[in-house]
């Protein structure tokens, strides 16, 4: 199991983090992140979508916590001052990393967290394609059940598996889309 960050801009989408989250439960990924990536994302989506309640998002927070028990990562916080970015906003991610031992940051944001300076902790910040489209590469059956499981859990409206890849398409899977198309009958 690889542990890994995911950033607050990974979870922001429901799309993007149901799928991740889906490929965590099949025990490829260990997921792990903070109060305060889970407050960024909510934050965020709170100020984006006024027709989302907080409500509701925090009881997504919770269901997430509730199933992945060890994944919310505190104890880090003595590490912030002491890392250079180049966002310092994101600081508290690096962090977080450093503390699980993290072997990935899950991250569109790639240009804030530059491989000289993760590499001195032996973590790589990777898109949340890249990740999916490496655990593929390496077995492909658990990711497979993993997009399968996770298809199958949308009932409203359920999703044909092509009306699926479109939607992972367009979270930003282009990538991984490729792969999976290629493989439908596994889906």
């Known amino acids: 199991m690889i542990d890994v960050v995911y950033d607050a801009c990974v979870l922001y989408s429901a799309a993007l983090r149901d799928i991740l989250l889906h490929i965590a439960k099949v025990g490829l990924l260990h997921p792990h992140w903070s109060n305060e990536i889970q407050e960024e994302w909510i934050r965020n989506l709170l100020r984006n979508r006024p027709d989302l309640s907080r409500t509701s998002l925090e009881r997504t927070r919770r269901q997430m916590e509730a199933e992945f028990k ?85 009932t409203r409206p359920s999703k044909m598996v092509e009306e699926y890849l479109a939607t992972l398409e367009k979270q930003g899977l282009a990538k991984t889309v490729a792969f999976l198309r290629k493989h439908k009958d596994d889906i």
């Open 70 to 154: 060890n994944s919310l990562t505190k104890g880090y916080e003595h590490l912030i001052p002491t890392l250079q970015l180049p966002d310092p906003s994101d600081r508290h991610v690096l962090a977080v990393a450093i503390h699980v031992n993290a072997k990935y940051i899950v991250t569109f944001n790639l240009d804030d967290f530059p491989n000289e300076i993760l590499q001195l902790y032996g973590i790589e910040a990777i898109s949340p394609d890249e990740c999916v489209l490496r655990l593929l590469r390496q077995d492909s059956r658990p990711v497979f059940q993993a997009v399968k499981n996770h298809r199958l859990s949308l």
